[in-house]
């Protein structure tokens, strides 16, 4: 994982080394820039593959295209091995691939890669730039003059472009020919086959996900926070790994830290965890606020512990497994149970896996990234994803005769006997719930704006829809972290924002994510 940055139009190395220091956080390993006439290629590099030879840009042989990458391409073995025939590698790095596989397909080369990716290439004639299919690396645009200047979190723009928006999922640029589509998230219609049949294809698709992320030459982990999603990733990783080191946070007693001893000593990981407090809280929410780049209050809730695991786990590794993307194919969050659970809850899954882009995997890029460590996420694996929007909603969110719901219910079946009971049917709860930060949070809003001027402040920003007193409070620290705060407020997006259909309860919709 590292920061990278380009200017199409103009060799600026000032304006890119401003903006690589902006991106330091995410690369402190190692930097590099490249020039030419029209373009000016810039990386901040966390070593995760061929730490020692990987250092970019990388160039091809005749050291006319330069590439800097954000990300890793889990197929790059194969795919190197193809490539080898017609060129000389000079690195071990995935990266290396991208390059020398666009020298020979061109923009069309997207469609051959696996992984989590932003990447830009130019020859100094031509520019092109691609992100994953998901979003799970971003990548942001904007306009210095006549120049168009790309990077990877949209701190790094203030000052320095305007009319900053967001690199689409899924989508390449080119010079030439502009913005394109290559990958839309996969969608399917609903099978019918008896639950043996899809439990054992979830166990099977998840495993090859998780293993092909264990790929890393630097030390990796998972997080735990006890919930369904975490330990069984952790689980199965553990068992193709001599040693896993786990990490959990919570307030003093709170249930994540409880669930997840339990999980670590039936898995025999190497288990550590923080205890945080109110005071911690306090005193850390203006840096994290800051490095999210949103004052969304279900975001800044679950960015919390996000950001002290993240800490605590960067004190053991450089990689780090985690749970994204489970409950939004398999029907995890409360609101889903308001959903007829036929076509209605499987479109909603399908835009709520379309939507995590911009909003909980920013989350997970911006918070571990802060603390320069790589997240990895293989429940968003394509085929995960494929195979989610073929299972039938109603085995996700099940009905049982008393009238109570199961959420992720065929997902429970799949790894029933992996885990023990206790962790495999416990009640789901979002990660600032597990912990006990969203109790806390709650509570010390008044901290950072009395709650009698909450409706004065929100009444002067109506049009970025501040939803309530602890909203105004992020709101305003994140205006105070930015001399200029426009471009990060008008790209944030809201959870609740553009769903399917509407639902018969939603005073508040943010308490149901």
Not at 26 to 35: L, Q, V, W, Y
Not at 285 to 303: C, G, K, N, Q
Not at 446 to 463: G, K, V, W
Request: hydrophobic fraction near 35%; charged fraction near 25%; proline fraction near 4%.
């Amino acid at each position: 994982m590292c920061g990278v940055t380009a200017i199409w139009g103009g060799n600026d190395t000032a304006l890119t080394g401003q903006i690589m220091e902006s991106l330091i956080h995410r690369g402190p390993d190692d930097s590099g820039i490249a020039s030419w006439q029209r373009a000016t290629l810039g990386h901040r590099r966390l070593s995760i593959m061929d730490p020692e030879g990987g250092r970019q840009p990388i160039f091809s042989e005749d050291k006319t295209i330069g590439i800097v990458a954000n990300g890793e391409i889990y197929n790059f073995e194969p795919l190197k091995e193809m490539l080898s025939i017609s060129h000389q590698f000079s690195t071990s790095s995935d990266s290396e691939v991208a390059l020398h596989l666009y020298e020979d397909a061109g923009p069309n080369m997207v469609k051959d890669l696996d992984g989590m990716f932003a990447f830009i290439l130019t020859n100094g004639q031509e520019l092109f730039a691609a992100r994953d299919p998901v979003g799970i690396k971003p990548l942001y645009y904007g306009s210095s003059g006549h120049r168009t200047v790309f990077a990877s979190e949209l701190k790094a723009f203030p000052g320095r472009a305007t009319n900053v928006r967001e690199f689409p999922p899924g989508s390449f640029f080119h010079t030439r020919t502009g913005f394109r589509k290559y990958r839309r998230i996969p969608q399917a219609e609903p099978e019918e086959w008896p639950i043996d049949h899809w439990s054992k294809l979830i166990r099977e698709t998840l495993e090859r996900a998780i293993t092909k992320r264990l790929m890393s030459d630097v030390p990796l982990g998972a997080f735990l926070s006890g919930g369904l999603d975490s330990s069984i990733i952790a689980a199965i990783a553990r068992a193709h790994m001599n040693e896993l080191h786990t990490f959990s946070v919570g307030i003093e007693g709170s249930r994540d830290l409880e669930a997840a001893r339990v999980v670590a000593q039936h898995i025999d990981s190497i288990h550590h965890e923080y205890v945080f407090t109110a005071d911690d809280i306090k005193h850390h929410l203006p840096e994290i606020i800051f490095h999210l780049e949103s004052f969304d209050r279900d975001l800044v809730r679950s960015a919390v512990p996000c950001y002290f695991v993240s800490r605590l786990a960067s004190e053991y590794v450089k990689v780090i497994l985690t749970g994204e993307g489970a409950d939004e194919l398999f029907g995890g969050y409360a609101y889903y149970k308001d959903f007829d659970t036929t076509m209605p809850l499987h479109e909603e899954l399908y835009r709520s896996v379309s939507s995590l882009h911009n909003i909980n995997l920013q989350r997970v890029d911006r918070l571990t990234m802060a603390h320069s460590i790589e997240g990895r996420v293989p429940f968003l694996d394509m085929e995960m994803i494929e195979l989610g929007q073929r299972i039938p909603s109603r085995l996700k969110i099940r009905r049982l005769r008393n009238e109570t719901h199961v959420e992720k219910w065929i997902l429970r079946k799949a790894f029933e006997d992996l885990l023990p009971a206790e962790i495999v049917w416990r009640t789901k709860e979002q990660f600032d719930e597990g912990s006990g930060t969203s109790d806390v949070l709650a509570r010390i809003g008044n901290h950072f704006m009395p709650q009698t001027a909450a409706r004065e402040y929100s009444d002067s920003h109506l049009h970025d829809r501040i939803r309530n007193h602890e909203e105004a409070a992020y709101h305003k620290l994140l205006c105070e972290a930015y001399k200029d705060a426009s471009t990060i407020l008008a790209n944030v997006a809201r959870w609740e924002e553009d769903r399917i259909y509407e639902l018969p309860n939603k005073a508040d919709a943010g308490d149901g994510k």
